[in-house]
């Protein structure tokens, strides 16, 4: 897959761990050229972290070289403009010094510093209460993970779409949660996710006849990185689907970032939720349930 020539923004890097990082790294061995959107918070950690060389290792591509970004933006999904961001958030020291992290700042200046894009990927998910049985979700823990989580991708399109070549690729994350129940798996997450492929469906139509762009999600499996961590169970949710799906392996990030890289080069497919959890999905019956092997 060839991608020389493209230009990718990726948001919702925030270490080299995730499915982010690992999509942005493939595309960039695709021959892509990358800009990365971090959480403004956590810019200075992450410029560090590059900087000081914590992420060497990680960059390592194939040919040899190590992965590198044509710039790296501060952003913050949850405000459209800087009259969304509340005065406490202005005045939080972690947000000391920045400015141009809400998401039309970011669209505005990455269209001034590079012209159109090609490809976005909104690696972004967050819930306050993912702890919380859905049940004890407060309606402030819901609405943040609806905003963070699915809102967002809306207003990324919103904002990047008239900065973007036609023909173009926006791609999403999502989990199956958004069509099973997966208990422990709260905050509001499961809605955020069920939201997020439904908007995938309805911006895929809007989005591709408004500015010829297509929208896909990928719906991953499970993985031990740094945000999934957070849930406090990712550990059963990897030994479960471990022992329960088809192909009986861990799922790794570059799987994901190998699907993606089709994606973004698969110039008819679009509203399209694409699974890579080794068939987890597919799945039924748990092989490994007691009433089984009570049974047997």
């Known amino acids: 897959m060839d991608l020389r020539g493209k230009k990718a923004f990726v948001a919702g890097i925030g270490d080299d761990q995730g499915f982010g990082w690992a999509i942005a790294k493939a595309l960039a061995e695709a021959g892509a050229e990358v800009l990365i959107g971090t959480w403004a918070p956590i810019l200075k950690i992450f410029t560090m972290s590059w900087e000081s060389g914590k992420f060497d290792e990680s960059r390592k591509m194939k040919n ?3 992965f590198e970004y044509k710039k790296l933006y501060a952003m913050d999904a949850m405000f459209d403009t800087m009259d969304d961001v509340p005065q406490e958030v202005r005045e939080n020291k972690r947000y000391a010094g920045l400015t141009g992290y809400t998401l039309s700042e970011v669209a505005a200046q990455v269209a001034k510093d590079f012209g159109k894009i090609d490809i976005l990927v909104h690696s972004l998910a967050n819930a306050p209460e993912v702890t919380k049985p859905l049940l004890e979700t407060s309606r402030k823990g819901y609405l943040a993970a609806m905003s963070s989580s699915s809102y967002s991708l809306v207003s990324m399109i919103a904002h990047f779409g ?3 070549h036609r023909g173009g690729s926006v791609l999403s994350l999502t989990y199956i949660a958004s069509e099973r129940a997966i208990p422990g798996y709260g905050g509001g997450m499961s809605s955020a996710k069920a939201a997020l492929e439904s908007d995938t469906r309805t911006l895929a139509w809007e989005a591709g006849r408004k500015w010829g762009l297509r929208v896909n999600a990928i719906s991953a499996g499970a993985l031990r990185s740094r945000a999934a961590k957070a849930i406090g169970m990712i550990d059963d949710m990897i030994a479960y689907a471990k022992a329960n799906a088809p ?15 089709f994606l973004a ?3 008819a497919v679009t509203g ?7 068939g987890m999905h597919a799945m039924g019956m748990a092989v490994d349930s007691q009433a089984i092997q009570t049974r047997s």
Request: net charge negative.
């Open 162 to 164: 008239p900065h973007m």
């Open 265 to 267: 080069s698969a110039t």
């Open 247 to 261: 192909l009986q392996k861990d799922l790794e990030a570059e799987e994901v970032a190998f699907a993606a890289t």
């Open 64 to 66: 040899g070289k190590l």
């Open 272 to 278: 399209h939720v694409l699974y890579v959890d080794n």
